[in-house]
């Protein structure tokens, strides 16, 4: 008899599920779950945003791909089709993304983000290299669910112990432990489907399904001491998708309800932290927002155990007939229909109050944001409108290539209409956009269709328990790729790593028999140009994160150590420049320090190599300017401040300085610079003011 080759789509045959040892195969899926649980330690460390967070760990996930393609592969019959069309698709997508370095704008960002892409990528592989069987997925929910939720439990216990809670707000937002309050909405928000999930489980016992309900709670409520409005679309419409594609929709809306309902009941408690208008005002709001949270959580606890006891206790009114549970079904999917028909009629209806939201999304900011008693009930204006403009315009100029991957400061600068001096478009799709042009959009959308697409047939062919589990973690990745349409979440390491890796859980979670007997090992290449070609990709990988991570690690210990040994931050700041000669941060930084110990030619060597570096970087030409200008060049600095000007001309101090040069007065090169730095608190680099 012929035999097919064995793939998702063409199971084995039973017998084959007796091959199969499930210790192995839950050893073999722990690259997966290491993956997840990097996202998760570096997650209280703002995010895994700073270069020397997140390198690290991308060197190691290199390190572990390379392992596991080497010692242990998966076998042919673990593979999925779909889920190596995504894989591709995104990794055509890193490939632009460093190509971009060749005509972008800040050749350095562009090679962080080439790197930022391909630690994506590696935790997007490692989760989704081999099958999950239901046991292992489910136990991958809980490290995301558990992780998330002790953190911000840890959250909430430092506001009750930090001698200044104060520090861990912006503006009455909650910001820690990210430092942007958005984000940190955001990364509590990736553990609420897993969680709310593993509380309809039937697998579980129902202590744990009490504790499942009261994590989604716990991580809610938190989420909402940030006040972020995109958190809240975000959340909203991935609980229509949860809702909708979970196999059991009616325990699912009632497992949503509960967390929902218990942030409705402390909602005033919740808000209330960001209007306190003193130390000890925030002292009384932090308790009765904790309260609130402990309240919930332990009503939550009881609701979900009891209601988990009772379903153990009386199975025949938890299932029903098959008949009975798909009629219940079209009732909840014509329900669902109904609301998103009524919803369009309301839009539809309402010309003019589709009109007012979009005229206060142009033309308000965010004064009229914070008006309110919350961030909910103000105007929906910000800046993005004018991100966006700009974003679009840069598209424009650049219609196929764009200006290069994280190049967004540089014409935003020249352009804006706001006061604000953002690294990021706040939108993944307007970044990519303005950075990558039309083909880094195709290329990112191409991964985002397979991807569904790869979801979609997983989830079709798994049984109830396996699809649940799927809809979750892929309800994980769609809070935080929503919430990224509007917010620049994607910078965030710790975030994107936790929901790529969900992404790749979501798609080879299945019930088939193929995923359960896919655990074998593969074999390794053993032809001599495979391993030369897998050795070269491996070391070039390398060699890209290491540079510029160590260059990052040797200029952020140059800046601990610049008040107390300047020759010694000097010396890493050398090594910095040398190992990243993309980035002009490190030589500013550089010529800066050497200036105030006296040596301005060294400085001034420095800044004009910053210039050749990124010939767009409006700092490196304004501190030249100010080297030419202390020392009397004045034709060289004029040169300078007027490309300075160009680059930033709504900068006022810009502006001042070149009035003085050319008028040839003297430059105070140190004042200038402390009054920059409290205008914009860029500690010596630039670009970094959000």
């Known amino acids: 008899m012929a035999t097919v080759p064995l793939r998702e789509d063409h199971p084995p045959a039973a017998t084959d599920l007796e091959t199969a040892p499930p210790r192995r195969r839950t050893t073999l899926l722990l690259p ?23 390198y690290p760990v991308a060197l190691f996930l290199m390190a572990l791909t390379a392992l596991v393609l080497v010692v242990a592969p998966p076998a042919r019959i673990g593979r999925s089709r779909p889920f190596e069309l995504a894989l591709g698709a995104f990794v055509l997508f890193m490939l632009w993304t460093f190509l971009s370095i060749a005509w972008g704008a800040v050749p350095g960002n562009a090679w962080d983000a080439g790197n930022r892409a391909l630690l994506f990528a590696l935790a997007f592989a490692l989760a989704g290299l081999r099958p999950w069987p239901a046991g292992a997925a489910r136990a991958a929910l809980w490290l995301v669910a558990g992780g998330l939720g002790a953190i911000a439990v840890g959250v909430l216990v430092a506001t009750a112990t930090k001698a200044h809670p104060i520090e861990m707000f912006l503006q009455g937002r909650l910001s820690e432990p990210v430092g942007y309050a958005n984000a940190t909405a955001g990364l509590f928000l990736l ?10 489980a039937r697998e579980e016992r129902w202590p744990l399904r009490g504790l499942a309900l009261a994590l989604a709670t716990v991580l809610l409520s938190t989420a909402l001491l940030t006040q972020s409005r ?6 909203a419409a991935t609980a229509a998708i ?60 009881a609701l979900g155990a009891a209601a988990a006891f009772g379903a153990r206790r009386l199975p025949r009114l938890s299932t029903g007939s098959e008949g009975a549970r798909r009629r219940g079904e079209r009732v909840f999917l014509a329900l669902a229909a109904l609301m998103a028909l009524g919803g369009a009629v309301f839009v539809l209806a309402s010309p003019g109050w589709l009109d007012e939201r979009w005229e206060e999304f142009k033309n308000t900011g965010y004064e009229r944001v914070e008006s309110d008693e919350t961030r909910f009930g103000g105007a929906l204006g910000s800046s993005r409108y004018d991100f966006y403009r700009v974003a679009v315009d840069e598209w424009k100029d650049h219609p196929l290539a764009g200006n290069g991957a994280e190049s967004f400061a540089v014409p935003y600068l020249q352009e804006r209409r706001t006061a604000e001096s953002p690294r990021y478009a706040h939108s993944l799709p307007f970044e990519v956009l303005s950075g990558l042009g039309a083909i880094g959009l195709v290329l990112l959308a191409l991964f985002v269709v397979a991807a569904i697409a790869g979801f979609s047939a997983a989830r079709r062919r798994a049984g109830e328990a396996e699809a649940g589990i799927a809809v979750a973690a892929f309800a994980g990745f769609s809070v935080w790729f929503v919430h990224g349409l ?61 540079l510029p991570g160590a260059a990052a690690r040797y200029e ?13 931050a000097l010396d890493r700041l050398e090594r910095a420049a040398e190992l990243d000669r993309l980035s002009a941060s490190p030589l500013i930084a550089h010529a800066v320090l050497a200036r105030a110990g006296g040596n301005a030619e060294e400085a001034r060597a420095n800044l004009v190599d910053a210039v050749d570096r990124e010939p767009e970087n409006w700092f490196a030409h304004f501190e030249l300017a100010l080297q030419d200008g202390a020392a009397r060049r004045y034709d060289a600095a004029k040169r300078s401040i007027d490309a300075a000007r160009r680059l930033n001309p709504q900068q006022p101090l810009v502006a001042e300085v070149q009035e003085a040069i050319r008028a040839r007065r003297m430059i105070d090169p140190g004042k200038i610079e402390r009054a920059l730095r409290e205008q914009l608190s860029i500690r010596l680099r630039p670009f970094e003011s959000e």
């Open 486 to 546: 509007v917010d620049w979440l994607w910078q965030f390491a710790a975030l994107s790593l936790i929901a790529m890796a969900l992404l790749g859980l979501a798609m080879r979670t299945t019930g088939s028999r193929a995923t359960l007997a896919g655990g074998d090992v593969g074999t390794p290449p053993r032809s001599i140009p495979l391993r030369v070609a897998l050795a070269v990709v491996v070391l070039l990988a390398a060699v890209s994160l290491a």
């Open 191 to 200: 553990g609420v489907f897993p969680a709310i999930h593993l509380a309809t």
């Open 242 to 301: 949860f809702l909708v594609l979970h196999p059991r929709r009616w325990v699912a809306l009632a497992a949503v309800l509960v967390p929902a309902a218990m942030v409705a009941i402390g909602w005033s408690a919740l808000t209330d932290v960001r209007n306190a208008e003193s130390a000890g005002q925030l002292d009384d709001a932090l308790a009765d927002a904790r309260g609130a949270v402990i309240l919930g959580a332990l009503v939550a606890f």
């Open 230 to 235: 995109g958190g809240v679309i975000a959340f």
């Open 556 to 568: 952020r210990a140059a800046f601990e150590r610049q008040a107390t040994d300047r020759a010694g």
């Open 32 to 54: 997966g779950a290491l993956a997840i649980a990097a996202g998760l330690v570096i997650a209280p460390f703002e995010g895994g945003f700073r270069e020397t967070t997140w």
